[in-house]
């Protein structure tokens, strides 16, 4: 196990951390295309915009803005945490366990093969939300590069 994550409502391991990942950069996508979508409607080419719409409108277009700004950055940083473990193939538990960082024996020394150990072999699948044709528990557990 992974961890539990709230967003998703389950548990986050091995054979649904590409979901997980998954769930995240497609979110990523919404909510910059979102933010995007708030600051340009807002602070459109017409200046005469702002004196268009009425004050209510203009304030939650404001409020929109922000919170977007707000959920872009908060969900960018777990993205980016998340990549950086899936980098050193390792857990988010197991990346508070002081000294693993440094020798983590499920690392496969390469990011793609780290990437496909949850992502699966086939790289033409790696963005489709399916299930992972992963290598067997033995490979992933028992052929480490510390053994």
Excluded at 93 to 106: D, L, Q, Y
Excluded at 112 to 130: A, V
Aim: proline share 3%; net charge negative.
């Amino acid at each position: 196990m992974d961890h539990h994550c709230p967003w998703v409502g389950n548990c986050v391991g091995l054979y649904n951390h590409k979901f997980f990942i998954l769930f995240l950069v497609y979110g990523i996508f919404v909510i910059y295309q979102a933010c995007i979508w708030n600051v340009t409607y807002y602070f459109g080419k017409d200046p005469e915009f702002i004196k268009l719409v009425d004050e209510t409108a203009a304030i939650h277009l404001q409020i929109g803005a922000v919170s977007t700004g707000a959920l872009a950055l908060a969900v960018s940083t777990l993205l980016a945490f998340q990549l950086w473990a899936l980098s050193k193939n390792m857990t988010t538990v197991e990346s508070h366990i002081r000294g693993i960082v440094k020798r983590n024996p499920f690392d496969k020394g390469s990011f793609f093969e780290n990437l496909s150990d949850i992502f699966g072999q086939d790289r033409s699948n790696w963005w489709i939300p399916t299930d992972p044709k992963l290598r067997s528990e033995e490979d992933l557990f028992l052929n480490t590069r510390y053994q």
